[in-house]
């Protein structure tokens, strides 16, 4: 069990209360055990449900949260950027091999290759809608404390939420050394070729010098006894409601029941 948190540490005024991440909505509120959890089940609905079936149970789990978080239109738009060209891709690949297959009906590739990619297309969606609603909904730093208080290392987490925050720091990145080389006469040409190929020369020094950014803040978290043994005194962390943990319990072992039944077959 973990402890419980310090006397009036969730509602106390000035240092503590600044400890607490703003919420945007509810949904952002929750614990981000619930919302790992939401997300993760829907990924492997999504990939283990054979057919139409998985992904479409896998997108209507997430309608709620993801109608609750306010992400309707951000979700949507990073999904259909994401599987569209995937699933036209898949579509034509399977098209061009069907067409050329021996032993297949006249007329049929075509019928062969529309389901192909509408299964690529809602696969892909689900699990970047799964992704990204839990990217956008979570604080790092609320999920940093709540591994911690269930007994993760303290290592570790920064480890993981360190590589979990490496690409939003390329990115990040990228953009202020393009914004530099451009003061200084850079040539972006125009649409997205013309800013990939001014950009690319970018990508490698950028990681490198988003992975000495690492290091340096290990350095730093080194430097104050972040290595010590035993486990560090929380001052706080997510709220944990008994609801949300009943709820964590059915999606697993919903999610557990749907496995068992893709390995014995039933949902062949």
């Known amino acids: 069990m973990p402890p419980e948190p310090p006397a009036g540490a969730a509602e106390a005024p000035g240092s503590l209360a600044r400890l607490r991440p703003p919420a945007a909505t ?39 949260p993801v109608v609750w978080a306010r992400l309707v239109r951000r979700i949507s738009l990073l999904s259909a950027q994401v599987s ?8 034509l690949e399977r098209f061009a091999l069907g067409s050329r297959s021996a032993g297949v009906a006249a007329g049929s590739a075509p019928w062969n290759a529309a389901a192909v990619a509408l299964d690529v297309l809602l696969r892909v969606a689900a699990v970047t809608a799964a992704a990204a609603l839990f990217a956008w909904t979570t604080d790092r730093r609320a999920m940093a404390l709540d591994l911690e208080r ?31 080389q451009r003061a200084r006469g850079l040539a972006i040409g125009r649409g997205p070729w013309g800013a990939f ?58 999610v557990l029941l749907v496995i068992a039944a893709r390995l014995g077959g039933w949902l062949a």
């Not at 939401?38 to 997108?59: C, D, E, F, H």
């Not at 007994?151 to 914004?179: K, M, S």
């Not at 709220?239 to 964590?248: A, G, V």
Request: aromatic share 6%; hydrophobic share 50%; proline share 10%.
């Open 26 to 64: 509810r949904y952002h509120a929750c614990n981000p055990a619930t919302k790992l959890t939401l997300s993760g089940v829907a990924l492997v609905v999504a990939l283990v449900v054979p057919g139409a079936t998985g992904p479409l149970a896998a997108l209507a789990l997430l309608a709620g």
């Open 150 to 180: 269930r007994g993760v290392p303290h290592g570790l987490v920064f480890g993981v939420l360190g590589l979990l925050g490496l690409a939003p720091a390329v990115r990040d990145r990228v953009g202020q050394i393009t914004a530099a």
């Open 84 to 91: 569209a060209p995937l699933a036209v891709l898949a579509g």
């Open 197 to 254: 190929r001014a950009r690319l020369p970018l990508v490698f020094p950028t990681l490198v010098s988003a992975i000495n950014d690492w290091s340096e803040g290990s350095l730093a978290m080194e430097s104050r006894a972040s290595g010590r043994p035993g486990r560090r005194t929380l001052l706080w962390w997510p709220p944990d409601p008994p609801l949300e943990r009943r709820f964590r319990a059915a999606l697993l072992g919903a």
